[in-house]
């Protein structure tokens, strides 16, 4: 029998059945000898049966068909392959448009510095935030750091956002107007992806964080040392700006 | 891929039942689990591998929902109490049986959002307070708080209706 006084905690826990046999048992004592507490568990007891039995019969409803999870795996399986295509037509217009950059440079400056930096992200997570089949190229992230390291010519630190609540995915190499940048994924329980991109710059070396919005995505952009970085994900997502801050805080410290 | 299928089917109908008390409408329910379902098949392998997927879907459907009442919040939602339909509560259960259910499903519907949630994973969905925390993504504690708030406030509803004028109620009381 321990002696730690009983709480609120452990009464609602008792109710619940959560608790350990001893502690349980130790909880029961109690009751016994305090019938106001004992009745208040009791009825917190029955409301719990009479919700349970309340609605029981909605989980007893036979499930219709929009719910039958066989044809909804199958419909997800047919997915790919229209999705393919939506991959195959993005590419071309991303060939498209960067052909018509190319034109366009000659006659008119280009885009630089963070701004740049934050458009390459935001194509870079419009492209392979939305990709189902390959996100990224490498998931093994002793490999990746290997890879965009020597890509970039510079020793390039993952971030870890698990902290956070966000799971490293994996990367890749992506051109850019302005060389190669590192791309790495990161989503958290909900599926929801978010994309560091982060490359050498040549103008812009040292800036303080600018928010960043484009349609459906939103991120903030900031440059340290001569790297700039950007981090793009969904715009609903109000946790960006902590998420920012940490990757900068752990860039700073390689 | 039958593994997918086995571990989800099974929870397919409580997540059916959390989805009715969170939106009332069946029909809107009942899409909402289905993009759930659509959404857990895509990313069947993101989750973490820790055992049971049952907190994990309910994470996802919750999530769903949230957003959806962000996005209807602005035209105002119009899904009410008078929409329980006889439907709602189980159709072979005795008429009296039946009142008192409806009765507790519409004391239920007046508790605040995030009590209602707490009460429902906890109680009713038996998840551990542990999952329940990670699923609406709030500490052990707020659980612990919540779950005590709504409980007494349902039971401060249940004896008020139990006292106050004759009714279904309490007739229905006096066999308990």
């Known amino acids: 029998m321990s002696n730690r006084p009983i709480t609120e905690d452990d009464l609602h826990a008792y109710v619940d059945r959560a608790l350990e046999p001893e502690r349980e048992a130790e909880v029961a004592t109690y009751l016994d000898k305090h019938p106001d507490v004992a009745k208040r568990v009791a009825a917190f007891s029955d409301q719990r049966d009479l919700l349970r039995s309340a609605l029981l019969p909605i989980a007893e409803e036979p499930l219709p068909p929009q719910l039958n999870l066989a044809r909804i795996i199958e419909s997800q399986r047919r997915r790919p392959s229209s999705f393919r295509w939506a991959v195959a037509a993005m590419l071309m217009l991303s060939i498209g448009g960067l052909g018509g950059w190319v034109i366009r440079g000659a006659t008119q400056l280009p885009t630089s510095g963070l701004t740049a930096l934050a458009q390459e992200a935001s194509e870079s997570y419009k492209v392979y935030a939305s990709d189902r089949i390959r996100p990224v190229e490498l998931r093994d992230s002793t490999e990746l750091a290997q890879w965009v390291s020597s890509q970039l010519r510079q020793p390039i630190k993952l971030p870890d956002l698990s902290q956070s609540g966000y799971r490293f995915m994996g990367g890749r190499v992506v051109p850019t107007a302005h060389g190669p940048a590192a791309m790495f994924m990161y989503d958290d329980d909900r599926g929801d992806r978010l994309v560091v991109l982060t490359r050498p710059m040549t103008t812009d070396q040292n800036e303080p964080m600018a928010p960043l ?36 805080k752990q860039a700073r410290t390689i | 891929m039958s593994d997918m299928l086995h571990q989800i089917e099974p929870v397919i109908p409580a997540l059916r039942r959390y989805a009715r008390t969170l939106v009332r409408n069946h029909a809107a329910a009942d899409d909402l689990v289905q993009d759930c379902l659509e959404r857990a098949v895509r990313h069947w392998n993101q989750r973490r591998d820790d055992g049971s997927p049952r907190p994990w879907l309910f994470a996802i459907l919750h999530n769903l929902a949230v957003n959806q009442f962000r996005r209807t919040a602005s035209r105002g939602r119009h899904v009410g109490i008078d929409e329980v339909s006889d439907h709602e509560v189980g159709q072979n259960a005795v008429q009296e049986q039946k009142l008192m259910y409806q009765d507790v499903i519409e004391k239920l519907a007046k508790l605040p959002d995030e009590q209602r949630a707490v009460l429902l994973l906890v109680a009713v969905e038996d998840l551990t307070y542990a999952e329940a925390a990670r699923v609406l993504n709030i500490p052990i504690g707020t659980v612990m708080s919540r779950l005590s708030r709504a409980r007494e406030k349902l039971q401060q509803e249940i004896e ?17």
């Not at chain 1, 939103?218 to 001569?226: L, Q, T």
């Not at chain 2, 139990?162 to 279904?168: D, L, Q, R």
């Open chain 1, 213 to 248: 919005s484009s349609g459906d995505v939103a991120g903030f952009s900031w440059a340290d040392r001569g790297m700039g970085y950007s981090l793009v994900g969904p715009r609903r997502d109000d946790s960006l700006r902590p998420l920012a801050n940490e990757i900068r």
């Open chain 2, 160 to 176: 008020r209706s139990a006292a106050g004028p004759p009714g279904n109620v309490v007739q229905l009381r006096s066999h308990s």
